[in-house]
């Protein structure tokens, strides 16, 4: 196992439950494959099925027995991950009236990219709308502006440095590109490259996945899944709420859209989503809690993150703008992006620190006693 590598449908990777594999689905799966994808999670992993803060979907638990099933019947159910380096769109690329242009044909041509580079660079192509990439850290970046396509490297849109706007997208596609090469050839990440200051671009309002929106054919809905985490059979039931939807997109937010929806059909998907413990509010307060995968899960671990975040959630007072991070250990793989008031689990015992906030002495020991319960 190489030290930082992701795990994918071709090389799953070991955590403390089995082996974790990983897939981009951009343009999601029908209904009949979500489901197929659940039986198979059932079948050859332990059942547990998430979708991460990028909006990758992780089937977790299987074994080096039953990997290979696994891939086979995703294949006979012509479910195909996206392949080359990741490259991400927003969840509703291509559908939303509001989008500036489409992501999709930039994002298969940088994903034909076949050079060498380290394991966690990625790119995102944001054509703009009302589920944008802003929060979204990348290697890369290219961004929709009426003008063009802007062109930049390293972390969220706040942060990151503009190399170039080009009015043709096959320009922006050639810089993005350019930069890919650069950073295989130096073997390093985006941030390591010497481009000058941050300069960062204009931030949008944040974007939620949950939520109904308007598209260019039917309605879209998107439901968050508790924690990042969904039991197979729940999903297998959502996946029969919403027979008649184009697709079913997983979105960064831990969230999936189903797209192509009537209004019948957004109704019982979102009465089914409620029955299943799904969130479907924006406001709801576990869409504040951000929990790593945690005991027992995760061999690493030494908290029960998600055991925890489901007695926390809405039961205390978080600072302004801020997020619930739950931590199993220091590696802090689940780290939010923005303001962050975290409980971690160390060799040394729970410990709760604040990213760009304060933490209250009554907060921090709150969090502290439920570790240690
Ligand atoms: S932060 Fe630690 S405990 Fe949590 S998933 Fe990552 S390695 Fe596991």
Request: hydrophobic letters at 50%.
């Amino acid at each position: 196992m190489r030290r930082g590598a992701c795990p994918s449908l071709a090389a799953p990777m070991a955590s403390g439950d089995g082996l974790i594999a990983r897939m981009a689905l951009p343009e999601g799966l029908s209904p009949g494959q979500l489901a197929g994808l659940a039986a198979a999670a059932t079948r050859y992993g332990n059942g547990l099925v998430e979708v991460t803060a990028r909006g990758s979907l992780q089937v977790r638990g299987l074994r080096p027995e039953t990997a290979g099933g696994f891939a086979d019947t995703l294949a006979g159910l012509r479910i195909l991950p996206a392949e080359g380096p990741p490259v991400l769109t927003g969840p509703l690329a291509g559908l939303d009236p509001e989008e500036i242009a489409d992501p999709r044909p930039l994002a298969a041509a940088l994903r034909r990219f076949d050079g060498v580079l380290l394991p966690k660079v990625s790119a995102v192509v944001d054509g703009g709308g009302a589920l944008h990439l802003d929060a979204v850290p990348a290697d890369l970046r290219l961004r929709a502006t009426p003008k063009g396509w802007v062109v930049a490297v390293g972390g969220a849109a706040a942060a990151a440095r503009v190399i170039g706007r080009y009015p043709v997208a096959e320009d922006a596609v050639a810089a993005g590109l350019a930069v890919l090469a650069r950073l295989s050839a130096a073997g390093v990440r985006a941030r390591d490259l010497d481009i000058g200051p941050a300069a960062g671009l204009p931030m949008r309002d944040p974007a939620c996945p949950v939520g109904r929106f308007a598209l260019v054919d039917g309605i879209g809905r998107g439901v968050a899944l508790a924690f990042g985490k969904v039991e197979a059979t729940a999903l297998a039931a959502l996946a029969g709420a919403v027979e008649g939807a184009a697709a079913i997109r997983p979105a960064p937010g831990r969230a999936v859209i189903a797209v192509g929806l009537s209004d019948a059909a957004d109704r019982r998907l979102v009465a089914a989503a409620e029955r299943l413990g799904l969130v479907t509010d924006p406001g709801d307060a576990r869409l504040r809690v951000v929990a790593c995968a945690g005991a027992p899960a995760c061999g690493a671990a030494l908290l029960p993150t998600r055991a925890i975040a489901g007695r926390l959630a809405g039961r205390v007072a978080l600072p302004a703008g801020a997020r619930l991070h739950l931590s199993g250990c220091p590696k802090r793989c689940a780290q939010p992006a923005g303001p962050a008031v975290t409980l971690v689990g160390t060799p040394g015992g729970p410990m709760v620190t604040g990213e760009g906030t304060t933490v209250a002495a009554a907060l921090g020991a709150r969090l502290l006693e439920e570790a240690r319960a």
